[in-house]
Nanobody, 125 residues
Framework: QVQLVESGGGLVQAGGSLRLSCVASGRTFSIYCMAWFRQAPGKEREFVAAITSSGNSASYPDSVKGRFTISRDNAKNAVDLQMNSLKPEDTAVYYC??????????????????WGQGTQVTVSS
């Protein structure tokens, strides 16, 4: 069983920065794509960022591109999300996720079956 534990959320003013971290249990972390999603109250869970198993490639939706950066350290079983120039609309619970199979690195949340407990990010205007 894989466990994902996020940390680093909090309250920040618009324009500020936060760095989220996720640590995974298990010995197969390095072969899986990893991703971050977020869910605001009353909204669907949405894709934020994904990074390939090697860390050589990442993808983002237009809403965060240029402001958020995903990175990973396979030696530490960790994946981070650096969030800069935060906006009030970035307010949400942020989740770390691992896909069902190692060869998937997708934006659709239905491809992911391991989720962390979530960490709250609140951006004030």
């Amino acid at each position: 069983q894989v466990q994902l534990v996020e940390s680093g959320g909090g309250l920040v003013q618009a324009g500020g920065s936060l760095r989220l971290s996720c640590v995974a249990s298990g010995r197969t972390f390095s072969i899986y794509c990893m991703a971050w999603f977020r869910q605001a109250p009353g909204k669907e869970r949405e894709f934020v960022a994904a990074i390939t198993s090697s860390g050589n490639s990442a993808s983002y939706p237009d809403s965060v591109k240029g402001r958020f950066t995903i990175s990973r350290d396979n030696a530490k079983n960790a994946v981070d999300l650096q969030m800069n120039s935060l906006k009030p609309e970035d307010t949400a619970v942020y989740y770390c996720a691992r896909p069902k199979t190692y060869n998937i690195c997708a934006t659709d949340k239905n491809n992911y079956n391991y989720w962390g407990q979530g960490t709250q990010v609140t951006v004030s205007s």
